[in-house]
T-cell receptor
Framework: AQSVTQLGSHVSVSEGALVLLRCNYSSSVPPYLFWYVQYPNQGLQLLLKYTSAATLVKGINGFEAEFKKSETSFHLTKPSAHMSDAAEYFCAVSDPGGANNLFFGTGTRLTVIP | GAVVSQHPSRVICKSGTSVKIECRSLDFQATTMFWYRQFPKQSLMLMATSNEGSKATYEQGVEKDKFLINHASLTLSTLTVTSAHPEDSSFYIC???????????FGQGTRLTVV
């Protein structure tokens, strides 16, 4: 079974500061991992994904995440926060060998302070 | 990326009526579509998985007779909330993928309010 845990339901950063959103996963097989962003009353937009290739994954809008097997982590980072980054972020895991359904974390709301 | 369109984006209905939500893959054929439900300030909960031409697979605790899912073509899946009640009010999101090895793309969601 797969699951993800997102530490911190709310994160606040100042504009221009480093963004770090934490995600730890649990999986019985090598997982695929994803980060999605959701703006109010909208669907989810894929930021980036890890599918067993390079462990450092670069995504859209300047975000990146590093897959660390030893720590079972896939934390999302961005060097400099922008006001437009304020949104809800979801980490998700899937089992590529099975039904490939996505299992989502509980989400982290990012607030950017001007 | 591929485009998934969900309609309507918002719907208000009276208690006891049925509501149909459509999910369309606009520029690809989706062998599998997923339906999620999202409560305020919470994560997405998978309700069911539907494969074109076959019956949907519902997650535990989801009433299949209440949430009817039809995936009649490779570009369209519908979710019908039958005899809706206020507790069915939620944000419903669909996603679609071409195949098992490709990523899923999400619709923009439907806000259902039952009054």
């Amino acid at each position: 079974a797969q699951s993800v845990t997102q530490l911190g339901s709310h994160v606040s950063v100042s504009e221009g500061a480093l963004v770090l959103l934490r995600c730890n996963y649990s999986s019985s097989v090598p997982p695929y991992l994803f980060w999605y962003v959701q703006y109010p009353n909208q669907g989810l937009q894929l930021l980036l994904k890890y599918t067993s290739a390079a462990t450092l994954v670069k995504g859209i809008n300047g975000f990146e995440a590093e897959f660390k097997k030893s720590e079972t982590s896939f934390h999302l980072t961005k060097p400099s926060a922008h006001m437009s980054d304020a949104a809800e972020y979801f980490c998700a895991v899937s089992d590529p060998g099975g039904a490939n359904n996505l299992f989502f974390g509980t989400g982290t709301r990012l607030t950017v302070i001007p | 990326g591929a485009v998934v369109s969900q309609h309507p984006s918002r719907v208000i209905c009276k208690s006891g009526t049925s509501v149909k939500i459509e999910c369309r893959s606009l520029d690809f054929q989706a062998t599998t579509m997923f339906w999620y439900r999202q409560f305020p300030k919470q994560s997405l909960m998978l309700m069911a998985t539907s494969n074109e031409g076959s019956k949907a697979t519902y997650e535990q605790g989801v009433e299949k007779d209440k949430f009817l899912i039809n995936h009649a073509s490779l570009t369209l899946s519908t979710l019908t909330v039958t005899s809706a009640h206020p507790e069915d009010s939620s944000f419903y999101i669909c996603s679609a993928r071409r195949s098992r090895v490709t990523e899923a793309f999400f619709g923009q969601g439907t806000r259902l309010t039952v009054v």
